[in-house]
């Protein structure tokens, strides 16, 4: 499994928007692996979201962020109106979200996850974001452990832009 951070295919501000396919067919070109996810500027006819590519084998598609963060995302990003859902891929039950979606005033609240998200049986929680300052405060401490309390997932990851990788200490993964 190879995870990018949020933007990672074109920046921010963002250099490029493309279609969910564009960025499957970007990425894939270089990364062969099985499971791929990675951040992206979705174009979506006149919108643009903030989005993942969460790529298994020859299956893509995409998760979009549901509440853009700051002045310059907030004045591009549409924000998404659907609850992330958790995807089945070939390594089991995976919810896969954006940066500022895994605070506490989004999803990062323990009762909120229970309800959406606890009868899923998730294997794993991905992040991915573009958080500058305070991510173990307020990301980690204040989001996706509550979000993993509130699921009863135990395995998170998260693949930061200025950060890099943090995970839950209870899985095999290997950073590069």
Not at 124 to 138: H, P, V
Not at 156 to 169: M, Q, R
Request: glycine letters at 8%.
């Amino acid at each position: 499994m190879k995870i990018f951070p949020e933007f990672y295919l074109g920046g921010f501000p963002s250099k490029m928007f493309c279609s969910s396919l564009t960025a499957y067919q970007k990425m894939c070109d270089k990364h062969t692996d099985d499971i791929v996810v990675f951040g992206y500027s979705e174009m979506d006819g006149l919108k643009f979201y903030s989005s993942a590519m969460v790529v298994d084998g020859n299956e893509y598609c995409s998760v979009r962020k549901t509440e853009p963060w700051g002045k310059i995302e907030k004045k591009i990003y549409q924000p998404w109106a659907e609850i992330p859902p958790v995807l089945k891929l070939s390594i089991g039950n995976v919810l896969v979200l954006l940066c500022n979606d895994a605070f506490e005033v989004k999803f990062g609240k323990i009762a909120y996850s229970q309800e959406l998200w606890s009868k899923e049986n998730l294997d794993l929680i991905i992040i991915i974001s573009n958080w500058e300052n305070g991510i173990e405060e307020f990301l980690i401490n204040r989001g996706i452990k509550r979000i993993a309390k509130g699921t009863g997932c135990e395995k998170w990851i998260l693949c930061d832009s200025f950060n890099g990788f943090f995970d839950s200490g209870n899985i095999d993964f290997e950073y590069s």
